[in-house]
C-alpha cells in the first residue's frame, strides 16, 4: 500500500496551495460581505473572479479522473487537493468547478449519459456556465432506505412522466441551477433494487414548482436547498439516464467517488477548524495564565492532531483502493471514512467553538458555520448508522465460513 505521492500530484498540491493564499483565503471577507450585500441565493461576483482565475492556472475539474472531461487525476492524487479546498468550503470547491452536487452529476453524465445528454448537459456542467441539482431524498419517507422513495416515472409514449416530491435538492435555488437528475419508481413490482430509474428534469419544465428553501441550523446556503414539487412533469424518453431500472446502479457509481471527496474536504475543515483553536487560545489569557496553558486545552489540540491523522490515513487508504482495486472493492473503506469524517469535522470544531467561548457560536467566525456543514454530512449521502450497518455486513460476510476463534484463557 503505497500513499506516496507523484511528482504531478506535488506540484498540484503546490499550485492548490498557491491559489489557496494568494486568491481564496484574501476573498473569504469579500465573498461574506458580498452576500451579506445581496439576496440569499445571488451569486456574490468574486466567485466568478475566481473560476476565471482557476482556469487561467490550469486548476479545473481536477475530480474528474476522465482525460476526456476532466485533469485525468487519481483518487489519491486528488486526495490532498480536494482537502486543500475544504479549509474554505464554502467557495474554494467552486472555484475549481469541484462543488458537490455538480460534480457527483458530471461523473453520472460522464460514465452513462448519452452523446446527446453530454453535449446538452455535461459540457456545460465542464464549463462552470450551469449549476444543477441531483432529487434523491423524499420528505414523505424515510430516506435512509432509499427503496422507501414514492415519486413514480412512468412511460408514455416517448416522454417519461414525473410526479413526486423531494427535498434537500442541494443547489436548486441558485438562479443557474438549469437541471435536476431526479431518481424515481419505473417499476413498482420489480425486484428491490431493479425498480427506480434517473432522469434529467430540466428546472424550466412545465410541474416543476420549487416549493421552499430549507436552512440548515438556521443558515442559508448560497446554492440552497430546495425542496421541489414533481406534478405531471413531462421529459422526453431521451432524458433517461442509463437503462430503466438501473437507477441504484447509476446512484452507487455516483454517491462512491462523492463521499470520499466530502470526507477529504472534511479533513481540511479539520485543520481549518485546529489552526483557529490553537491561534485562539495561544493569544487569550484566562485566570492568569494563557489558555494554551490549561491541561485540558492540550488534550483537545492533542486529540484534535491524532483524530486528523487517523481520519485521512483512513481516506488515503480508501482512495488507493479504489485506484488500484475499483470503486466496488472499497465499498466497506467508503462507508467507514463517511462515518469517520464526518464525526471528526464536527468533534474538531466543536473543541475549536469551547475554545473560543461566546464568540465561537457567533458570525464574527466561521465556526458555527463550520460545524453545522460537519453535523449535516452525518445524514447527507446516508446517514451514520447506514453506514456503520454497511461495515458490519461485510464483516459478518466476511467471517462465514472461518474457523471459530479459540477460546484463551486467563488462569
Not at 193 to 210: E, F, K, N, Q, W
Not at 253 to 282: F, K, N, Q, T, Y
Request: proline residues 5%; glycine residues 8%.
Amino acid at each position: 500500500m503505497d500513499f506516496a505521492h507523484s511528482e504531478r500530484a506535488l506540484e498540484m498540491q503546490q499550485r492548490v496551495q498557491a491559489f489557496m493564499d494568494e486568491r481564496v483565503y484574501p476573498a473569504e471577507e469579500v465573498y461574506a460581505r458580498q452576500r451579506r450585500e445581496g439576496g440569499v441565493h445571488d451569486l456574490p461576483p468574486v466567485i466568478e473572479d475566481l473560476k476565471t482565475e482557476a482556469r487561467a492556472r490550469g486548476l479545473w475539474n481536477l475530480f474528474l479522473p476522465d482525460e476526456r472531461w476532466g485533469a485525468g487525476l487519481t483518487n489519491l492524487e486528488y486526495a490532498p487537493l480536494a482537502e486543500l479546498t475544504g479549509r474554505s468550503i464554502e467557495i474554494a470547491p467552486e472555484a475549481l468547478n469541484c462543488a458537490a452536487p455538480d460534480t457527483g452529476n458530471m461523473e453520472v453524465l460522464a460514465m452513462f449519459g448519452t452523446p446527446e445528454q453530454q453535449e446538452r448537459w455535461l459540457v456545460p456542467l465542464l464549463e462552470g456556465e450551469i449549476r444543477s441539482s441531483f432529487g434523491m431524498t423524499e420528505p414523505d419517507v424515510a430516506s435512509s432506505d432509499a427503496t422507501n422513495m414514492a415519486t413514480r416515472i412512468e412511460r408514455d409514449g416517448d416522454e417519461y412522466v414525473i410526479n413526486g416530491r423531494k427535498w434537500w435538492s442541494s443547489g436548486a435555488m441558485d438562479a443557474r441551477c438549469k437541471v435536476s437528475i431526479v431518481m424515481g419508481v419505473t417499476n413498482p413490482e420489480g425486484p428491490r433494487y431493479a425498480r427506480h430509474s434517473m432522469i434529467l428534469v430540466p428546472l424550466d419544465s412545465p410541474g416543476v414548482t420549487i416549493e421552499r428553501d430549507l436552512t440548515v441550523f438556521g443558515y442559508h446556503d448560497q446554492h440552497g436547498h430546495a425542496e421541489i414539487s414533481y406534478d405531471g412533469v413531462r421529459v422526453p424518453a431521451a432524458n433517461l439516464i442509463g437503462q430503466e431500472g438501473a437507477g441504484f446502479q447509476v446512484a452507487q457509481a455516483r454517491l462512491g467517488p462523492g463521499r470520499i471527496h466530502h470526507c477529504m474536504r472534511m479533513i481540511g475543515l479539520s485543520e481549518r477548524a485546529l489552526e483557529l483553536m490553537v491561534d485562539r487560545v495561544r493569544s487569550r489569557t484566562a485566570f492568569g495564565k494563557p489558555i494554551a496553558s490549561q491541561g485540558v486545552v492540550r488534550e483537545w489540540i492533542a486529540e484534535s492532531r491524532i483524530e486528523i491523522e487517523q481520519a485521512r490515513l483512513l481516506v488515503l487508504k480508501a482512495a488507493w483502493i479504489m485506484d488500484t482495486a475499483g470503486n466496488k472493492h472499497a465499498q466497506s473503506e467508503i462507508a467507514a471514512i463517511k462515518v469517520i469524517a464526518a464525526r471528526l469535522a464536527c468533534r474538531v470544531t466543536d473543541r475549536a467553538i469551547q475554545a473560543f467561548g461566546g464568540a465561537g457560536v457567533s458570525g464574527d467566525f466561521p465556526l458555527a458555520a463550520m460545524y453545522a456543514g460537519a453535523r449535516t454530512l452525518r445524514l447527507a449521502d446516508g446517514p451514520d448508522e447506514v453506514h456503520l450497518r454497511a461495515v458490519a455486513r461485510y464483516e459478518l460476510a466476511r467471517r462465514e465460513g472461518a474457523p471459530a476463534p479459540v477460546p484463551r484463557h486467563l488462569g
